[in-house]
């Protein structure tokens, strides 16, 4: 005892010594403090520069799926357990990754059998669903792509070195439209599996941008101009007898020198656009990541083969691009698997994926983990002599059997049907909304309705990295009652061109303008097969106007009017209350096959101040010139005060092949008469195109001012009035049914109408009501038996007396009464027979009639009281 206490004793004092010395250790700094000089502002300064050096790595959200925002009893009992057939799946898996591990120490685990949303694993092949969607939008594989890339928000790996510890369902990514990208892979591959491509979800390392879905260094595919294909034109040979070019005189050494001082300005103008370049890319270039190749991504592979794709490719199912097998973003692959089974890259990445060979049947490449697979193993070179003893042949077929006996079948997808409604799939983006950053672009994405002006999608391209100088907008837009499309904003210009569907009230195509103020630089394109006039252009500006045409009768093409100085200047100057003055108008015809080119104008040129009027005829084809005449209107009196009215120096001819008629001062003034009335109606033509160009932008003004949408007659929801008319039309469907149900008819009615409404009947009223229904129920048996006997008898006669026409006058018909007397005979003959079949009938069913009213009545209740003695 004495021992013991002198142990306690001794860690008591032990104890109290290491408490003086944590006091006095604690006390020091404070000390310390006290003793330390003041810091300066250099100091300072240099402590909040090594401050601002230090980074601080904020971890990565984990997904916002999570147990807490998943109901767990709604879901489907497949989601929650196995069944037996997976469970053995799932020991077949191990067993694989045991074995995998053990010969490849230095690889990463698989990705087998991840968690679901109920906590439960399951075989990632078994979380592909292959599913046909019934939207024919969603059956290539781009618009699907396109289609997950825009319903889903991207949520990073909660660990980039490492695969998720759960991978969920489709039908739960659908429903809460986010997830990281095995879940993306994975609905995408099953969309694409139930559209018949070749597709398998992919575990490997991707680069940095590809894992955080960072397209700030991509251009966007929408501002890529596609390369125009150049045709080359056909040089035609020359001639023999050609007039030969005149010669160049210009100085030889001149054009040397130019050229070389062009060529000194090219040189240079390109070599500071290669040190711009340079300095761009040297702005532009990403930062070295610490963890390049070691980023986990999911991404989907496509094979060649279905659906007549040429060549294997990889798509990101993030951004929705597409990308070739040799791509720099993909630095590996771990392994790949399909809804029927599981492959392991065996494979050296350390070119990246750019040598992998993609065929699946090869074991030395691609380690399977079943046996029962539809990739067909490499052909083998026949190396062997052809002689084969019939042993081996049988050892062969019995490994085979072996073989397929051991083989296991892909247990089926505990995955639910996937749906997705039509609302979800109209409305895409999450929210409505979704917005991409790209290099020096931005795109904007609405769900249809959204925006009320029906905005659908935006892009906006900058100048600069930092997206701050706006160079130009496109604006895409959907159900516009003003069927606009495209709007294109250029900043730098202020040019805007708007493009319009088939439907416009003007049959606009396409506007380009910068003011919407009238007589302003604009250009307008029409679709001409809606316009009667067959305008396909008008190109406008302050002092001119140019129309182009095709398909007229009258073979108008061209029209190109010269505008002067309005002599009045009101307050608002306007075509329609003071028209800018015409000066000169310019029309161009097509060749008109029915008239001989010297008759047929070519061009025709008013000139109206000077009352001048040009013509140039077409020329011939054996021709190498054309005829021209020109007419000059005078308003001159001759020396008896007499007004010309036509002089041989009022019109100047050239002709090719000169016709006598044609000189004659007749024939020249009837043509001077009709060009007068032809220049009347062109003026009137231009004028009505200045008015048909303010009526235009009139119309514009205003269906900017309400961007009315359009709304199908089968979207129920948004159209007001179809769903006001339907239910109007539900409503008087309901009250004609109770209108109905109330006229039923009462068979008592007529019978209890004598006695008061509403009172109950005594015995003998009772009795008194059954007796009277009971006779006229038999009454009208009687009654209706009568009248088939009496019809009967009818035609009976009817048939005698033809019988007996027949028979009297059988030798003096003709052919037509004969075979109107047959036809007549067995239309007869057939009515009887159906009479006596109903008259029959009726013998046989009205006693039965008679007993069930009788025995309806004892079992009305308002009788069955009264009538129970009776029974």
Same mark, same amino acid.
């Given at each position: 005892?004495?021992?013991?206490?002198?142990?306690?004793?001794?860690?008591?004092?032990?104890?109290?010594?290491?408490?003086?010395?944590?006091?006095?250790?604690?006390?020091?700094?404070?000390?310390?403090?006290?003793?330390?000089?003041?810091?300066?502002?250099?100091?300072?300064?240099?402590?909040?520069?090594?401050?601002?050096?230090?980074?601080?790595?904020?971890?990565?959200?984990?997904?916002?799926?999570?147990?807490?925002?998943?109901?767990?009893?709604?879901?489907?009992?497949?989601?929650?357990?196995?069944?037996?057939?997976?469970?053995?799946?799932?020991?077949?898996?191990?067993?694989?990754?045991?074995?995998?591990?053990?010969?490849?120490?230095?690889?990463?685990?698989?990705?087998?059998?991840?968690?679901?949303?109920?906590?439960?694993?399951?075989?990632?092949?078994?979380?592909?669903?292959?599913?046909?969607?019934?939207?024919?939008?969603?059956?290539?594989?781009?618009?699907?792509?396109?289609?997950?890339?825009?319903?889903?928000?991207?949520?990073?790996?909660?660990?980039?070195?490492?695969?998720?510890?759960?991978?969920?369902?489709?039908?739960?990514?659908?429903?809460?439209?986010?997830?990281?990208?095995?879940?993306?892979?994975?609905?995408?591959?099953?969309?694409?599996?139930?559209?018949?491509?070749?597709?398998?979800?992919?575990?490997?390392?991707?680069?940095?941008?590809?894992?955080?879905?960072?397209?700030?260094?991509?251009?966007?595919?929408?501002?890529?101009?596609?390369?125009?294909?150049?045709?080359?034109?056909?040089?035609?040979?020359?001639?023999?007898?050609?007039?030969?070019?005149?010669?160049?005189?210009?100085?030889?050494?001149?054009?040397?020198?130019?050229?070389?001082?062009?060529?000194?300005?090219?040189?240079?103008?390109?070599?500071?656009?290669?040190?711009?370049?340079?300095?761009?890319?040297?702005?532009?270039?990403?930062?070295?990541?610490?963890?390049?190749?070691?980023?986990?991504?999911?991404?989907?592979?496509?094979?060649?083969?279905?659906?007549?794709?040429?060549?294997?490719?990889?798509?990101?199912?993030?951004?929705?691009?597409?990308?070739?097998?040799?791509?720099?973003?993909?630095?590996?692959?771990?392994?790949?698997?399909?809804?029927?089974?599981?492959?392991?890259?065996?494979?050296?990445?350390?070119?990246?994926?750019?040598?992998?060979?993609?065929?699946?049947?090869?074991?030395?490449?691609?380690?399977?983990?079943?046996?029962?697979?539809?990739?067909?193993?490499?052909?083998?070179?026949?190396?062997?002599?052809?002689?084969?003893?019939?042993?081996?042949?049988?050892?062969?077929?019995?490994?085979?059997?072996?073989?397929?006996?051991?083989?296991?079948?892909?247990?089926?997808?505990?995955?639910?049907?996937?749906?997705?409604?039509?609302?979800?799939?109209?409305?895409?983006?999450?929210?409505?909304?979704?917005?991409?950053?790209?290099?020096?672009?931005?795109?904007?994405?609405?769900?249809?309705?959204?925006?009320?002006?029906?905005?659908?999608?935006?892009?906006?391209?900058?100048?600069?990295?930092?997206?701050?100088?706006?160079?130009?907008?496109?604006?895409?837009?959907?159900?516009?009652?003003?069927?606009?499309?495209?709007?294109?904003?250029?900043?730098?210009?202020?040019?805007?061109?708007?493009?319009?569907?088939?439907?416009?009230?003007?049959?606009?195509?396409?506007?380009?303008?910068?003011?919407?103020?009238?007589?302003?630089?604009?250009?307008?394109?029409?679709?001409?097969?809606?316009?009667?006039?067959?305008?396909?252009?008008?190109?406008?500006?302050?002092?001119?106007?140019?129309?182009?045409?095709?398909?007229?009768?009258?073979?108008?093409?061209?029209?190109?009017?010269?505008?002067?100085?309005?002599?009045?200047?009101?307050?608002?100057?306007?075509?329609?209350?003071?028209?800018?003055?015409?000066?000169?108008?310019?029309?161009?015809?097509?060749?008109?096959?029915?008239?001989?080119?010297?008759?047929?104008?070519?061009?025709?040129?008013?000139?109206?101040?000077?009352?001048?009027?040009?013509?140039?005829?077409?020329?011939?084809?054996?021709?190498?010139?054309?005829?021209?005449?020109?007419?000059?209107?005078?308003?001159?009196?001759?020396?008896?005060?007499?007004?010309?009215?036509?002089?041989?120096?009022?019109?100047?001819?050239?002709?090719?092949?000169?016709?006598?008629?044609?000189?004659?001062?007749?024939?020249?003034?009837?043509?001077?008469?009709?060009?007068?009335?032809? $220049? %009347? =109606?062109?003026?009137? #033509? &231009?004028?009505?195109?200045?008015? *048909?160009? +303010?009526?235009?932008? @009139?119309? /514009?003004?205003?269906?900017?001012?309400?961007?009315?949408?359009?709304?199908?007659?089968?979207?129920?929801?948004?159209?007001?009035?179809?769903?006001?008319?339907?239910?109007?039309?539900?409503?008087?469907?309901?009250?004609?049914?109770?209108?109905?149900?109330?006229?039923?008819?009462?068979?008592?009615?007529?019978?209890?109408?004598?006695?008061?409404?509403? $009172? %109950? =009947?005594?015995?003998? #009223? &009772?009795?008194?009501?059954?007796? *009277?229904? +009971?006779?006229?129920? @038999?009454? /009208?048996?009687?009654?209706?038996?009568?009248?088939?006997?009496?019809?009967?008898?009818?035609?009976?006669?009817?048939?005698?007396?033809?019988?007996?026409?027949?028979?009297?006058?059988?030798?003096?018909?003709?052919?037509?009464?004969?075979?109107?007397?047959?036809?007549?005979?067995?239309?007869?003959?057939?009515?009887?027979?159906?009479?006596?079949?109903?008259?029959?009938?009726?013998?046989?069913? &009205?006693?039965?009639?008679?007993?069930?009213?009788?025995?309806?009545?004892?079992?009305?209740?308002?009788?069955?009281?009264?009538?129970?003695?009776?029974?």
């Amino acid at each position: 005892m004495e021992v013991l206490k002198e142990k306690v004793e001794e860690e008591e004092e032990a104890e109290r010594e290491e408490a003086a010395e944590r006091g006095k250790k604690m006390m020091r700094p404070v000390e310390m403090r006290r003793e330390e000089p003041p810091m300066t502002q250099e100091m300072l300064r240099d402590l909040e520069k090594k401050l601002s050096e230090i980074e601080i790595v904020i971890p990565e959200q984990p997904s916002i799926i999570t147990k807490d925002t998943i109901d767990i009893s709604k879901l489907p009992l497949s989601y929650q357990s196995n069944t037996l057939k997976e469970e053995h799946l799932l020991e077949v898996a191990d067993n694989f990754a045991r074995q995998y591990s053990h010969l490849c120490p230095d690889r990463v685990p698989l990705f087998l059998h991840p968690l679901n949303e109920c906590g439960v694993p399951k075989f990632v092949s078994t979380t592909i669903r292959p599913t046909l969607m019934p939207y024919p939008e969603l059956y290539n594989w781009d618009s699907c792509a396109q289609f997950v890339s825009d319903f889903l928000s991207m949520v990073p790996l909660p660990d980039p070195l490492q695969p998720p510890s759960h991978l969920y369902s489709s039908t739960t990514v659908l429903k809460h439209q986010k997830g990281n990208c095995f879940d993306f892979s994975t609905l995408l591959c099953s969309m694409l599996i139930g559209a018949g491509y070749d597709a398998y979800c992919v575990n490997g390392y991707g680069s940095q941008d590809l894992c955080h879905m960072d397209l700030t260094r991509d251009v966007c595919p929408l501002t890529m101009k596609h390369k125009e294909v150049v045709q080359e034109e056909e040089k035609v040979p020359p001639k023999k007898y050609t007039i030969k070019p005149p010669r160049d005189l210009n100085s030889r050494f001149e054009q040397e020198q130019e050229m070389k001082k062009q060529e000194e300005l090219q040189g240079e103008e390109e070599r500071r656009r290669k040190e711009e370049e340079q300095r761009l890319l040297e702005v532009e270039k990403a930062k070295t990541d610490p963890l390049h190749g070691l980023r986990v991504h999911s991404w989907v592979l496509v094979l060649s083969g279905k659906r007549e794709m040429p060549e294997s490719f990889y798509i990101d199912p993030f951004t929705a691009r597409s990308y070739s097998t040799q791509d720099d973003h993909f630095l590996g692959i771990e392994s790949l698997w399909n809804h029927k089974n599981y492959w392991v890259n065996m494979q050296d990445c350390w070119n990246g994926c750019k040598d992998l060979v993609f065929d699946l049947g090869d074991p030395v490449r691609w380690e399977y983990l079943l046996l029962g697979t539809d990739k067909a193993p490499l052909s083998v070179a026949e190396e062997e002599d052809d002689t084969m003893n019939d042993d081996d042949n049988d050892d062969v077929e019995n490994l085979g059997k072996e073989d397929e006996d051991k083989s296991f079948d892909m247990a089926s997808s505990w995955v639910e049907q996937i749906e997705i409604s039509p609302e979800a799939f109209e409305t895409r983006c999450p929210n409505g909304k979704k917005v991409i950053q790209y290099k020096r672009a931005k795109l904007e994405k609405w769900a249809p309705y959204l925006n009320s002006n029906g905005l659908v999608c935006r892009l906006t391209t900058y100048e600069d990295l930092e997206c701050t100088m706006t160079l130009e907008i496109k604006e895409w837009f959907q159900n516009r009652e003003d069927t606009l499309q495209l709007r294109h904003i250029n900043k730098s210009t202020g040019l805007n061109i708007d493009y319009f569907k088939p439907g416009h009230p003007q049959a606009l195509r396409v506007h380009a303008y910068k003011s919407m103020q009238p007589e302003m630089d604009r250009v307008m394109e029409f679709y001409e097969t809606a316009r009667v006039d067959g305008l396909i252009k008008r190109e406008e500006t302050p002092k001119t106007m140019t129309e182009y045409y095709r398909g007229r009768s009258d073979f108008l093409s061209y029209r190109h009017v010269d505008f002067g100085d309005r002599v009045k200047k009101l307050a608002l100057n306007s075509a329609e209350s003071n028209p800018r003055p015409m000066v000169k108008i310019t029309e161009r015809f097509s060749r008109n096959p029915e008239k001989p080119a010297d008759e047929d104008v070519a061009e025709r040129v008013f000139l109206i101040p000077e009352e001048r009027t040009q013509l140039r005829y077409h020329c011939r084809d054996d021709h190498i010139t054309a005829s021209r005449r020109e007419f000059l209107r005078r308003t001159e009196v001759d020396s008896k005060g007499n007004k010309i009215i036509m002089t041989p120096d009022m019109c100047i001819n050239f002709e090719v092949e000169p016709v006598e008629h044609t000189k004659k001062l007749l024939y020249q003034y009837e043509a001077m008469m009709k060009l007068k009335n032809e $220049e %009347k =109606l062109s003026r009137h #033509q &231009a004028w009505e195109s200045e008015l *048909e160009v +303010l009526e235009i932008l @009139k119309l /514009r003004e205003e269906e900017e001012g309400a961007h009315t949408l359009t709304i199908s007659i089968y979207d129920t929801k948004r159209n007001e009035k179809s769903k006001e008319y339907r239910e109007a039309m539900e409503h008087v469907m309901h009250e004609e049914h109770l209108r109905q149900v109330e006229a039923q008819l009462d068979y008592l009615a007529p019978f209890l109408a004598p006695f008061p409404p509403g $009172e %109950k =009947l005594t015995h003998w #009223q &009772a009795v008194q009501v059954r007796d *009277e229904c +009971l006779s006229d129920f @038999k009454q /009208r048996l009687i009654d209706k038996a009568n009248l088939i006997q009496a019809r009967f008898e009818k035609e009976t006669q009817e048939l005698q007396k033809q019988q007996q026409w027949y028979q009297e006058n059988q030798v003096t018909l003709t052919a037509e009464d004969k075979a109107w007397y047959l036809s007549y005979y067995s239309q007869a003959v057939f009515r009887m027979r159906i009479l006596e079949q109903r008259l029959n009938r009726h013998r046989e069913l &009205a006693p039965l009639k008679y007993l069930a009213l009788e025995e309806k009545l004892h079992k009305d209740p308002r009788l069955v009281e009264f009538l129970e003695v009776f029974i």
